[in-house]
């Protein structure tokens, strides 16, 4: 393997395999892209991606406005809008919708986006993607239903033996089924396109994407077993009883692992799209695909911080699961080193000198590269936090607490959900052909989001180390607990104002994006490149296979007997509780 | 086949291989000192705490819950949790002195959480969960439920009150 020798500040490749000018294929494959007749694949990219992005944020929208009233509810500050039925209805609406819809649908929709433009290549069927999207859509409608009714007040996290109604269940699951239509695509359409140009490096940003389908394929099996094996049996009456901790194992090898499937489009974006926004190039291309890859078999197989607090996993797997969850610290720190160091190249390609000289050089006025620096950082914030959860011993401060709401809202929220916004301003024009209706708007519209963040999660962050917990609709413990709340709720409170106000603004921008004035020359759906753009990669960084032999050997070493001593332990079933019981 | 690495990269990648190891040897240090979550791995009848016949015994039935001393004069907390409170409800426990909570749910999930303590523990329906810990500053506290357990939720908690140990009687 030859090493360039290069260092941050020298950007000339010194050796061949590299490629400057924008990585060959790219070049002339975009040529054939100007002509007059849009090929299919820019017509699928257009609707599949409208489509599946506007469910999102249309999900999105509704779900707001659920969280200013939360913030409200909770925090004993507006007595006449306590109800507890309405609190648990609309937190688990809200959950459900910003961690199931909004994410799962904004996922596809860029991921078909992006995969059809980077790759030049159709998807291998319509009729399939579109099955996909409609039948992610029933399953939405279906679980809504009944979430607005306030039949299916369980949690996003809906644990045994608290019960839903069966609808419920049966949309979760067909969202689920819906969403691996897309993976289905994602990896169909990686593999077509290395038989179309064998031994060449797949685009940057289709390889994420493809890793990302590939860890929500395995991320989502164990929700589903937990549906098939135990919920739905007991729906249907062919079993009366369930046991919670099996329910909790299963969950747990999701719930990790789900929050990495919401934050690669983040990565992604910021790796594939945002150097050339920023008038740069990528640092490092190969260093981005192993991160991609540690970031898959990192992050599924160590859900068990999850259980730390749990009765019926033992100490030693707990243990075993800490070790694997600090692994996924090297991948977010290789993440924060390429994107900084991107960002860099860029502030000195433009103009900027000395130390700190670069940052003053940022494009500040470009949604795409303000949006990764302000996702950065709250990454950096964020990650602490999750060190805490993630540990051993400390965890037992925090769980369940407010501080782990604040910390996924500054995370989830935050850190993704502020790439969202970005790659929707990025890719408005270049779907509809007409002018972003307002950028102006649009980097105030970050920046509110961001400070909104910062004003609503780091109080919430002290409530939990002050002692409130999670998930409840009012505060009745201690007129002292109250005495040091309230104030915190009262900053809070303002910090969900401001983050309303900021969601509002982008939906105003997006939908006036549609009718703003056509442009002549939409801007072309163009990736960023690498300062050594790489033209050929390792195999094992263009490939899948060895990756899911992996991810089966070490899930089977940290699922393997924590599940299987569900069938000895001899537990006595609980019954079901809860709605439709 | 071409890889690319940076100088610069390949120091970081050092730094932060050496960070993921002190981190693991912080967790080590402490779980070796006997800080480990509670994770006693034990099963229980839960819809029958109050009989002898069920799995688990009666451990957790209405006459033996409570505070007792074990054969080595440790303090046991036997408690139960069900829809919405903790049973017995308040319970007095000395400053200082270490003692093991012992509790199980009647029904549905529920959790433990003494706030600005790292009393901390999930309940789950068929198991006992168990931890062993202190408090340290005197005062009263709610032990509250933090899991979602249905729409009394926020309602369910006792108290606790920390003593002096000195004044502390079983
Ligand atoms: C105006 C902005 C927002 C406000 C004011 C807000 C507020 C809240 C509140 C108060 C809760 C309930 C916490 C509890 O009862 O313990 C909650 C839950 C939740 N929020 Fe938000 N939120 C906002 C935006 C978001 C965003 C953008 C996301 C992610 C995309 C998100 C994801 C969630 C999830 C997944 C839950 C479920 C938590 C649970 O079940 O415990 N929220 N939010
Ligand atoms: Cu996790
Ligand atoms: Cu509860």
Not at chain 1, 441 to 458: H, R, S
């Given at each position: 393997?030859?090493?360039?020798?290069?260092?941050?500040?020298?950007?000339?490749?010194t050796?061949?395999?590299?490629?400057?000018?924008?990585?060959?294929?790219?070049?002339?494959?975009?040529?054939?892209?100007?002509?007059?007749?849009?090929?299919?694949?820019?017509?699928?990219?257009?609707?599949?991606?409208?489509?599946?992005?506007?469910?999102?944020?249309?999900?999105?929208?509704?779900a707001?406005?659920?969280?200013?009233?939360?913030?409200?509810?909770?925090?004993?500050?507006?007595?006449?809008?306590?109800?507890?039925?309405?609190?648990y209805?609309?937190?688990?609406?809200?959950?459900?919708?910003?961690?199931?819809?909004?994410?799962?649908?904004?996922?596809?929709?860029?991921?078909?986006?992006?995969?059809?433009?980077?790759?030049?290549?159709?998807?291998?069927?319509?009729?399939?993607?579109?099955?996909?999207?409609?039948?992610?859509?029933?399953?939405?409608?279906?679980?809504?239903?009944p979430?607005?009714?306030?039949?299916?007040?369980?949690?996003?996290?809906?644990?045994?033996?608290?019960?839903?109604?069966?609808?419920?269940?049966?949309?979760?699951?067909?969202?689920?089924?819906?969403?691996?239509?897309?993976?289905?695509?994602?990896?169909?359409?990686?593999?077509?396109?290395?038989?179309?140009?064998?031994?060449?490096?797949?685009?940057?940003?289709?390889?994420?994407?493809?890793?990302?389908?590939?860890?929500?394929?395995?991320?989502?099996?164990?929700?589903?077993?937990?549906?098939?094996?135990?919920?739905?049996?007991?729906?249907?009456?062919?079993?009366?009883t369930?046991?919670?901790?099996?329910?909790?194992t299963?969950?747990?090898?999701?719930?990790?692992?789900?929050?990495?499937?919401?934050?690669?489009?983040?990565?992604?974006?910021?790796?594939?799209?945002?150097?050339?926004?920023?008038?740069?190039k990528?640092?490092?291309?190969?260093?981005?695909?192993?991160?991609?890859?540690?970031?898959?078999?990192?992050?599924v197989?160590?859900?068990?911080?999850?259980?730390?607090?749990?009765?019926?996993?033992?100490?030693?797997?707990?243990?075993?699961?800490?070790?694997?969850?600090?692994?996924?610290?090297?991948?977010?720190?290789?993440?924060?080193?390429?994107?900084?160091?991107?960002l860099?190249?860029?502030?000195?390609?433009?103009?900027?000198k000395?130390l700190?000289?670069?940052?003053?050089?940022?494009?500040?006025?470009?949604?795409?590269?303000?949006?990764?620096?302000?996702?950065m950082?709250m990454?950096t914030?964020?990650g602490?936090?999750?060190?805490?959860?993630?540990?051993?011993?400390?965890?037992?401060?925090?769980?369940?607490?407010?501080?782990?709401?604040?910390?996924?809202?500054?995370?989830?929220?935050?850190?993704?959900?502020?790439?969202?916004f970005?790659?929707?301003?990025?890719?408005?024009?270049?779907?509809?052909?007409?002018?972003?209706?307002?950028?102006?708007?649009?980097?105030?519209?970050l920046?509110?989001?961001?400070?909104?963040?910062?004003?609503?999660?780091?109080?919430?962050?002290?409530?939990?180390?002050?002692?409130?917990?999670?998930?409840?609709?009012?505060l009745?413990?201690?007129?002292?607990?109250?005495?040091?709340?309230?104030?915190?709720?009262?900053?809070?409170f303002?910090?969900?104002?401001?983050?309303?106000?900021?969601?509002?603004?982008?939906?105003?921008?997006?939908?006036?994006?549609?009718?703003?004035?056509?442009?002549?020359?939409?801007?072309?759906?163009?990736?960023?490149?690498?300062?050594?753009?790489?033209?050929?990669?390792?195999?094992?960084?263009?490939?899948?296979?060895?990756?899911?032999?992996?991810?089966?050997?070490?899930?089977?070493?940290?699922?393997?007997?924590?599940?299987?001593?569900?069938?000895?332990?001899?537990?006595?079933?609980?019954?079901?509780?809860?709605?439709?019981? | 086949?071409?890889?690319?690495?940076?100088?610069?990269?390949?120091?970081?990648?050092?730094?932060?291989?050496?960070?993921?190891?002190?981190?693991?040897g912080?967790?080590?240090?402490?779980a070796?000192?006997?800080?480990?979550?509670?994770?006693?791995?034990?099963?229980?009848?839960?819809?029958?705490?109050?009989?002898?016949?069920?799995v688990?015994?009666?451990?957790?039935?209405?006459?033996?819950?409570?505070?007792?001393?074990?054969?080595?004069?440790?303090?046991?907390?036997?408690?139960?949790?069900?829809?919405?409170?903790?049973?017995?409800?308040?319970?007095?426990?000395p400053?200082?002195?270490?003692?093991?909570?012992?509790?199980?749910?009647?029904?549905?999930?529920?959790?433990?959480?003494?706030?600005?303590?790292?009393?901390?523990?999930?309940?789950?329906?068929?198991?006992?969960?168990?931890?062993?810990?202190?408090?340290?500053t005197?005062?009263?506290?709610?032990?509250?439920?933090?899991?979602?357990?249905?729409?009394?939720?926020?309602?369910?908690?006792g108290?606790?009150?920390?003593?002096?140990?000195?004044?502390?009687?079983?």
């Amino acid at each position: 393997m030859p090493i360039c020798s290069g260092t941050s500040k020298s950007f000339l490749p010194t050796n061949t395999n590299y490629d400057l000018s924008e990585g060959t294929y790219l070049l002339t494959m975009s040529m054939t892209d100007t002509g007059t007749q849009a090929p299919a694949y820019v017509k699928h990219a257009k609707w599949l991606g409208l489509s599946n992005m506007w469910v999102g944020f249309g999900a999105f929208a509704l779900a707001i406005p659920m969280g200013l009233y939360q913030v409200a509810e909770r925090s004993n500050l507006f007595p006449a809008a306590e109800s507890r039925e309405l609190y648990y209805t609309s937190v688990t609406t809200h959950g459900v919708l910003m961690a199931y819809v909004l994410t799962t649908f904004f996922i596809m929709g860029f991921g078909y986006f992006s995969a059809l433009h980077s790759l030049k290549q159709d998807v291998w069927s319509p009729l399939f993607s579109w099955t996909g999207f409609v039948i992610a859509l029933v399953g939405t409608v279906m679980a809504a239903v009944p979430l607005l009714l306030g039949e299916a007040s369980v949690m996003y996290t809906f644990y045994p033996p608290e019960m839903a109604v069966t609808p419920f269940y049966i949309g979760a699951a067909l969202l689920f089924v819906g969403s691996w239509f897309w993976c289905v695509d994602m990896v169909i359409g990686m593999m077509q396109w290395r038989r179309a140009n064998p031994g060449m490096a797949v685009p940057l940003v289709m390889f994420g994407t493809t890793m990302n389908a590939l860890l929500w394929l395995w991320t989502s099996m164990g929700a589903t077993l937990e549906v098939l094996i135990q919920i739905l049996p007991l729906k249907f009456g062919w079993v009366d009883t369930i046991d919670p901790g099996l329910a909790r194992t299963f969950f747990s090898w999701t719930l990790h692992a789900i929050v990495y499937f919401w934050l690669l489009p983040a990565y992604i974006a910021m790796y594939s799209i945002m150097p050339r926004e920023s008038g740069g190039k990528l640092f490092s291309d190969e260093l981005a695909r192993v991160a991609f890859v540690m970031l898959f078999i990192f992050s599924v197989p160590i859900g068990f911080h999850h259980l730390y607090m749990d009765p019926q996993q033992a100490a030693g797997w707990k243990l075993l699961h800490m070790f694997g969850t600090f692994m996924v610290a090297v991948p977010t720190f290789i993440t924060g080193f390429t994107i900084l160091a991107t960002l860099e190249v860029s502030g000195r390609l433009r103009g900027g000198k000395g130390l700190f000289g670069w940052i003053a050089k940022l494009r500040w006025n470009n949604p795409m590269t303000l949006a990764t620096i302000l996702s950065m950082m709250m990454l950096t914030a964020g990650g602490f936090g999750g060190v805490i959860n993630a540990s051993y011993s400390m965890n037992a401060l925090i769980h369940n607490t407010q501080w782990i709401t604040g910390h996924f809202h500054l995370i989830f929220g935050g850190t993704s959900v502020i790439m969202y916004f970005a790659v929707a301003y990025w890719a408005w024009p270049r779907i509809t052909g007409r002018k972003l209706a307002s950028r102006r708007m649009a980097l105030w519209q970050l920046w509110l989001w961001f400070w909104g963040m910062i004003v609503t999660t780091m109080p919430w962050h002290v409530l939990g180390l002050l002692g409130q917990p999670r998930r409840v609709d009012t505060l009745p413990y201690s007129d002292e607990l109250n005495a040091i709340w309230n104030p915190y709720e009262v900053v809070m409170f303002a910090g969900a104002v401001m983050l309303t106000l900021s969601a509002i603004m982008f939906i105003v921008v997006l939908v006036r994006s549609h009718f703003s004035e056509r442009l002549q020359q939409p801007p072309e759906v163009v990736f960023g490149t690498a300062i050594h753009q790489p033209l050929r990669v390792p195999k094992l960084l263009n490939s899948l296979a060895l990756w899911n032999w992996a991810m089966l050997v070490y899930m089977l070493a940290s699922y393997g007997y924590p599940l299987l001593q569900f069938v000895f332990l001899g537990t006595p079933q609980t019954i079901p509780f809860g709605f439709g019981e | 086949m071409a890889f690319h690495i940076d100088k610069l990269e390949k120091r970081w990648i050092y730094m932060v291989a050496g960070i993921v190891v002190m981190a693991w040897g912080i967790q080590i240090y402490y779980a070796a000192q006997g800080w480990h979550p509670p994770s006693n791995v034990e099963v229980i009848d839960s819809a029958q705490l109050h009989l002898a016949s069920g799995v688990g015994g009666d451990e957790f039935s209405e006459q033996n819950i409570g505070i007792k001393r074990d054969e080595n004069g440790m303090l046991v907390v036997t408690m139960v949790a069900a829809r919405y409170g903790f049973y017995p409800q308040e319970i007095t426990l000395p400053q200082g002195e270490p003692f093991k909570m012992r509790i199980a749910s009647f029904d549905v999930l529920h959790g433990i959480y003494i706030p600005l303590t790292n009393l901390n523990l999930m309940l789950v329906p068929g198991y006992v969960s168990e931890v062993t810990t202190t408090v340290n500053t005197l005062g009263d506290y709610p032990m509250l439920c933090h899991d979602f357990c249905g729409m009394g939720h926020a309602y369910m908690f006792g108290n606790v009150k920390i003593v002096p140990a000195d004044e502390y009687k079983l």
